[in-house]
């Protein structure tokens, strides 16, 4: 009878346990997906290289490059602005931050994002957007922008 009860007593102690622990791994999931949106990403822009370069001229758009500061000081396109990703994400709902956004960055132009290959670039037009700009992400990295005949910035080394 002894072995009974306290068989018993420890599968009910067992269910409370599941369960918080279970609301906790959805949770800790959900806090995860909201601080960095992987499946929310922004879709890449449908504008052509001309077009983006066309803008920037008219000054009609801005360029920001997304990436860390160690892959800019190895160059970034001329006259882009260098908000990185993790200051984005670790600064969006600081007070002001949308008003120290709008010093470096003008509300009423277009904006380009561009990384290195296109991901974080996705993810800072998300991030962007909520401060109402028109965020458009590239799908082309510095490398490609390059190449296509973006001018690189004299690199800070």
Do not use: W
Not at 4 to 30: D, G, N, W
Request: one cysteine or more.
């Amino acid at each position: 009878m002894a072995r009974q009860v306290s068989s018993c007593l420890v599968r009910k102690m067992k269910r409370p346990v599941i369960a918080i622990l279970t609301l906790t791994l959805i949770l800790s999931i959900t806090l995860i997906l909201t601080m960095f949106p992987f499946g929310n990403a922004a879709e890449p822009t449908k504008d052509t290289l001309p077009q983006v370069e066309s803008n920037l001229t008219q000054k009609k758009a801005v360029l920001v490059d997304v990436r860390e500061p160690e892959e800019t000081d190895e160059g970034y396109i001329e006259g882009a602005v260098l908000v990185p990703l993790s200051l984005l994400a670790q600064s969006r709902d600081a007070e002001g931050f949308g008003d120290a956004l709008a010093e470096q960055i003008p509300p009423e132009t277009i904006v380009y994002t561009y990384c290195k290959a296109g991901v974080r670039s996705a993810t800072a037009a998300d991030i962007l957007a909520k401060f109402k700009y028109d965020v458009r992400a590239l799908p082309h990295g510095y490398d490609d922008l390059v190449a296509a005949g973006f001018t690189p910035a004299k690199s800070k080394k």
